[in-house]
Nanobody
Framework: VQLQASGGGLVEAGGSLRLSCAASGVIGSITSMGWYRRSTGKQRELVAALSIGGTPEYGNSVKGRFTISRDNARNTVFLQMNKMKPEDTADYYC????????????WGQGTQVTVSS
């Protein structure tokens, strides 16, 4: 399974960005896709995850501001980030796995998101 992420960049506080992650390869059993992030000096944390047929799961710090969605036909997951804050600055990683509700085994390359104050 290969995950190709895109959409990071620089945005001002209060602005929006949209991340995309396309899965390819042997993806028939992939059920869960999502996003994690890691900022300087902090541990990696869940941003959002969505399993096929499931409800979205969000990290507490992004609830109400970020929305995860999937296009199953294109094996792509999206992360719409609104009302962004400087503390959202991090490297964002796409993740995919076989088991809903847990961190998957497959990772994409990080995409950097910077929110200026």
């Amino acid at each position: 399974v290969q995950l190709q992420a895109s959409g990071g960049g620089l945005v001002e506080a209060g602005g929006s960005l949209r991340l995309s992650c396309a899965a390819s390869g042997v993806i028939g059993s992939i059920t869960s896709m999502g996003w994690y992030r890691r900022s300087t000096g902090k541990q990696r944390e869940l941003v959002a995850a969505l399993s096929i047929g499931g409800t979205p799961e969000y990290g507490n710090s992004v609830k109400g501001r970020f929305t995860i969605s999937r296009d199953n036909a294109r094996n792509t997951v999206f992360l719409q980030m609104n009302k962004m804050k400087p503390e959202d600055t991090a490297d964002y990683y796409c993740n995919a796995g076989f088991t809903p509700g847990v961190e998957g085994a497959f990772w994409g390359q990080g995409t950097q998101v910077t929110v200026s104050s």
